[in-house]
Every structure is written in structure tokens, then in C-alpha cells.
């Protein structure tokens, strides 16, 4: 067992619906010294790749985000969920069903920084439906960049996300791998 | 002249209305390695304090906070500013004008991860008009939590928001302290 899973196990909550609060350590309150293990390891499984840019989505895809790019010494952008007045009137953006938000959300990139030919890296902090992830995938090859790999802190495979992604051909990988939330019990793929 | 200050001038652009976009190295993409190298200088700075925790705003404070914070070894929390379902009802909650989006935001900050007795360290990228770290240190203060010093990646002297921090009676810092942005001329503080 991994040090996310043993921290998931010991302060994660069920709230029912499928989801999990991990706020004392990846959602609100975050711990930087496990932020930056996952990076670490997420390096460690990407670093073949080739990327060149590592890409997530605002809020809580930028820590594990940062901390994975800082490892493979590469740039982020995260998807704005606004468009802030400093980004240009032509952007890339998408929509995508928000699980925790239960509406729709806007993901916007400025063509400033994603660019034609780029190899993007995916990394967020959950990997549920795929909804997110996958409106990411669409920003990019808007851009004309190719994906070539998504990285989750935390899968929950039973939302099938896993096989909503398989389309984009890319390695799938998460840190922990949960199985079943059910009757109170958080439980991982072996 | 540090390396913040020479990717402003490299990059930074003058928007006019005293704004200051940074959007390829702070703001939608992010430098992780010069974000790296900031946390570390805060951390040196503010090594003394006895900080236990470091209290940012999402979106843009989060990248500088944890890298700070990881230098610190101490647990990060930002203020939300939507409420998500993970939040107990009960919260901490408080407005912040924004600068970049011309109206009122709530800042949010869970009792769970806020304790009485902190000693708190903020950290954002901009220090402007000095409102929303005033909100920061209100959450702080409506937890009990005692605010020990603010650290800022850009400071605008020119919006005048260390004076009106002055009240906090901290040590307040700034990594690149812009003196002026007119005529098309980013000044630094010598």
C-alpha cells in the first residue's frame, strides 16, 4: 500500500453518492510533502513520453499537477473555468459535466500557451467519470497537441472513467485505485 | 536583479488599468521550477515565524503556497471560493473585492482545517490593493488563528496594499516589488 492510499484509508470520508472527501490533504487543505511524492512517482511512470507540457484543470488539479511538472521539468497550464480578463478574446473551450458542482463547467485555454505540436500530459486529482479529463483531451487537440498520457491521483474505477478514456490511446495511470466505496469500506484494486 | 524579476520583465505584459499579465509563468501556465525557486526564497524569509500553516486563495495563490509550504514542511490550506458539497455547513466565510473581476468574491475557509491557536503564514501571487489577503487574515482571525506573516510573489506599490496590511503588524514580503507599470515601463522597487 502506498503513502496515498494509507492517507486516503485514514482521513478520507464517504459521503455517499460515490464521493469521497479527501479535503485534509488534496482538496482544500493539502499536503505538499505527499503532493510532491505523487509527482515524484507520476515522473517516474511518464518519463518516456516524450511530453512537453503537463496540462489540469483549475481548482484542485494544480498541486499534483505542478508537483509532477516540477519532477519532469516541464511547463503547466491548467484550464481556466473563467476566462479571466488577461487571456485574448479567441481561446480554446469546452464544456464538461462537474461530478461535485452537478452542472456543466467551462475549460478554457489560451492558444498562447498550448501550441501545434505539443505532447500533453494529463494530470488531475481524480480520475471519475472521465468528463474532465476528457474535455481537457478535446482543448488540446483543438490545439493540435497530442496526448500522450493521463495521470489521476485517485481513480475510482466504478464511475468507468477508465474506459471512456481508452479512446485516446494513452497510457492510464492513478496512485490509488479504488475499487468500491460501499457499506462505509473504501477499497482498492489490489 | 532575481529571476522573478527577470522573467517579468521577459514576459510580463503591460495591460493597461494597472495590470500586470503574467499568464505565461504564474497565472494559466505555470513555471513550476521558478514557482520552486519562490518557495524556497519565502521559506528562507519566513523561516522564523514558527508558522504552522500556510493559508492562500484559490486559484493562482495555490502554485506559490505549496512550494512555499513544501520548503516549510507544513500543510497548505486555500480558501475556496464556491463552496463545494465536501464543505460542512458551517464555515468561515468572507468577501474580498477582486481586482481582475471587478466584483465581490467570497472567500471560504472550512472550520476543519483552520484551528484555533495557528499560527498562519499567507502566501499569494499578487500583492495589489492588499484586500484579499485582508480577507485571508479575517478567515484567520474568525478561526482564532494568528496571521505571522504575508508573502507576495509580484507587489504593485502603486495600489498602496502594504499600507493598508500594515495593520496586521507582520513582516510582509515580495519577491518582485513593481514600482511603477507607466508608459509601458515595468519599474522595480531598487
Given at each position: 500500500?502506498?503513502?496515498?492510499?494509507?492517507?486516503?484509508?485514514?482521513?478520507?470520508?464517504?459521503?455517499?453518492?460515490g464521493i469521497l472527501k479527501v479535503d485534509s490533504f488534496v482538496n482544500?487543505?493539502?499536503?505538499?510533502?505527499?503532493?510532491?511524492?505523487?509527482?515524484?512517482?507520476?515522473?517516474?511512470?511518464?518519463?518516456?513520453?516524450?511530453?512537453?507540457?503537463?496540462?489540469?484543470?483549475?481548482?484542485?488539479?494544480?498541486?499534483?499537477?505542478?508537483?509532477?511538472?516540477?519532477?519532469?521539468?516541464?511547463?503547466?497550464?491548467?484550464?481556466?473555468?473563467?476566462?479571466?480578463?488577461?487571456?485574448?478574446?479567441?481561446?480554446?473551450?469546452?464544456?464538461?459535466?462537474?461530478?461535485?458542482?452537478?452542472?456543466?463547467?467551462?475549460?478554457?485555454?489560451?492558444?498562447?500557451?498550448?501550441?501545434?505540436?505539443?505532447?500533453?500530459?494529463?494530470?488531475?486529482?481524480?480520475?471519475?467519470?472521465?468528463?474532465?479529463?476528457?474535455?481537457?483531451?478535446r482543448l488540446a487537440e483543438a490545439a493540435g497537441s497530442r496526448i500522450?498520457?493521463?495521470?489521476?491521483?485517485?481513480?475510482?474505477?466504478?464511475?468507468?472513467?477508465?474506459?471512456?478514456?481508452?479512446?485516446?490511446?494513452?497510457?492510464?495511470?492513478?496512485?490509488?485505485?479504488?475499487?468500491?466505496?460501499?457499506?462505509?469500506?473504501?477499497?482498492f484494486v489490489e
Amino acid at each position: 500500500m502506498n503513502e496515498l492510499q494509507e492517507r486516503i484509508l485514514r482521513e478520507g470520508q464517504i459521503l455517499g453518492n460515490g464521493i469521497l472527501k479527501v479535503d485534509s490533504f488534496v482538496n482544500h487543505q493539502v499536503d505538499p510533502r505527499l503532493m510532491d511524492a505523487c509527482g515524484k512517482e507520476f515522473a517516474r511512470r511518464f518519463s518516456r513520453l516524450g511530453a512537453t507540457k503537463v496540462l489540469t484543470a483549475e481548482i484542485s488539479g494544480i498541486a499534483p499537477a505542478v508537483t509532477t511538472a516540477l519532477h519532469l521539468d516541464l511547463p503547466v497550464v491548467y484550464a481556466r473555468k473563467t476566462k479571466p480578463i488577461t487571456m485574448p478574446d479567441q481561446v480554446y473551450l469546452t464544456l464538461a459535466p462537474s461530478h461535485t458542482k452537478g452542472r456543466m463547467v467551462e475549460l478554457i485555454v489560451s492558444p498562447e500557451y498550448l501550441a501545434n505540436g505539443e505532447r500533453v500530459l494529463i494530470i488531475d486529482d481524480f480520475l471519475a467519470s472521465g468528463q474532465t479529463i476528457l474535455g481537457l483531451a478535446r482543448l488540446a487537440e483543438a490545439a493540435g497537441s497530442r496526448i500522450v498520457g493521463v495521470g489521476a491521483l485517485i481513480e475510482k474505477v466504478f464511475e468507468g472513467g477508465r474506459t471512456v478514456l481508452k479512446s485516446l490511446g494513452v497510457p492510464i495511470e492513478s496512485i490509488a485505485c479504488i475499487k468500491s466505496l460501499e457499506d462505509g469500506k473504501i477499497e482498492f484494486v489490489e
